[in-house]
């Protein structure tokens, strides 16, 4: 199985401090590549000219909402998107602002690649860091740091390489693959989808030139096969399809192909897969992120929330979790004792917060043990007890297996999201 069948897409996330340029950089690649309608440009013009400035202001491309045009920054995750001869591109533009912290992991959960800007300027922010850990934390494996506002430095190689040291510095303790850095003016478009006349001393590539040969197929766990069972497409009630059941869902990990034998869970019936489905034609194998239909050779016992894995590479089964939390909820904040929905895959089961083990500064990267509480944008390591065992995966091997979504069981509210590892909590091993 080849693993870069997926390399013709690339989701990307976009970060920064509030007025490090993110929305006009995106702006730009995206004019620059011709990506933008002409009714789309229109309403661009006409939208810069009613903000007071000349020109075209690319900013107000991703800043959708009036209110991100009237404060000036962005406030929601913007998608955008747009296609090479090379590949395909979904862009992610998030918040800078801190408070915005819970919907910059929104937009980063899927992302293959961050893409974090500073101000030549001003160098390394705190948000700077902020955001490189929680990429670093969400398993995106490769970043690139655009050194924007070059122009405003006189292009300086000087400054470049000053504001590259202080981030190696920095990232050396996070637990990224690949940094790539560039030097960029989003404003004029230096380096931004050509090679910039002004930087001569550069020799790397541009943006749009490392976003389109950029591989991500490693992001993919093509080892550990696990099919989530979505939903059960039982035979109509006119007697069409009366002798077919099939089991629908998003392949999470691995392969599959018809005759492989399988196991149920959590039952742990064993099986084989009879016919794979995907839209109305038969394939002869199923793959990240495919979504399919299974039949199966025997009469068994399946429903939504169960999941499919091969016998012989099972996922952990456990009943208390170990989980890195990113707090959403400004209602309350999470406290020891609390009661949630837990929702992983396609299962949901009632869970107790056992404890808070520590809350870490995004800034510093320093634990603080004891705390109290997870409040809004806090990320803390917790311990979770739910009331039936799960089967998952540590997050960093498997996205989609190794997280988990809390909800609140009285209004339904997202409460926070997850990244579970495999390790079992201290409490657990006594």
Known sequence: MDAARDMGLLRFTTAGSVDDGKSTLIGRLLYDCKAIFEDQLSALERASLLKGGSGIDLSLLTDGLRAEREQGITIDVAYRYFATPRRKFIIADTPGHVQYTRNMVTGASTANLALLLVDARSGISEQTRRHAFLSSLLGIKSMVLCVNKMDLVDWSRKRFEEVCGEFRAFASRLATASITFIPVSALYGDNVATRSANMPWYEGPSLLYHLENTYVGGDLDMVNARFPVQTVIRPHDDGAFHDFRGYAGQIAGGVFRPGDEVVILPGGKKTRIGAIFCGDKTVTEAFPPLSVVMTLTDDVDVSRGDLLAKPHNQP?????????????????????????????????????????????DVNTLHKTEAVPELALNDIGRVQLRTAKPIHYDAYERNRQTGSVILVDPFDNSTLACGMLSVKQPASAQE
């Open 316 to 360: 952990t089964e456990g009943q208390d979790l170990d989980a890195i939390l990113c707090w959403f909820s400004d209602k309350r904040p999470l406290r020891a004792g609390d009661r949630v929905i837990l929702r992983h895959t396609t299962r949901e089961v009632q869970a107790v917060v056992k404890s808070l083990r520590y809350k870490v």
